[in-house]
């Protein structure tokens, strides 16, 4: 997760945010990716009807989005209200 400005500590609990959004959809975020993944490579491509993500990928997307939302929220609880960013995708899948 990466946040200008925050904190290890914030970013942590960012992270578990996100975890918690993945753990109640009942969803890898690996999947979660892949949907944001198909997702964005339609809109790459213009929202080609061959290019939308099918019915697994549309809902899965929606829990990347949820989870980045979340991890945002946490990271930024005691941030000023001016401070907080846009609901950007800060969130990355990476190994542990």
């Not at 109640?24 to 944001?36: I, K």
């Not at 939302?69 to 401070?83: R, S, T």
Request: aromatic letters at 8%; glycine letters at 6%.
């Amino acid at each position: 997760m990466e946040i200008k400005g925050a904190s290890a500590e914030e970013k942590q609990r960012g992270i578990e945010a996100a975890k918690n959004v993945f753990a109640v959809a009942g969803l890898a975020p690996e999947q979660a990716a892949d949907g944001m993944f198909a997702l964005e490579g339609c809109d790459d491509a213009s929202f080609q009807e061959e290019m939308e993500p099918d019915e697994d990928q549309d809902p899965a997307a929606s829990v990347w989005m949820d989870a980045n939302k979340a991890a945002i929220e946490a990271c930024c609880a005691d941030w000023a209200v001016d401070m907080v960013p846009e609901n950007y995708l800060f969130l990355e899948l990476v190994d542990e």
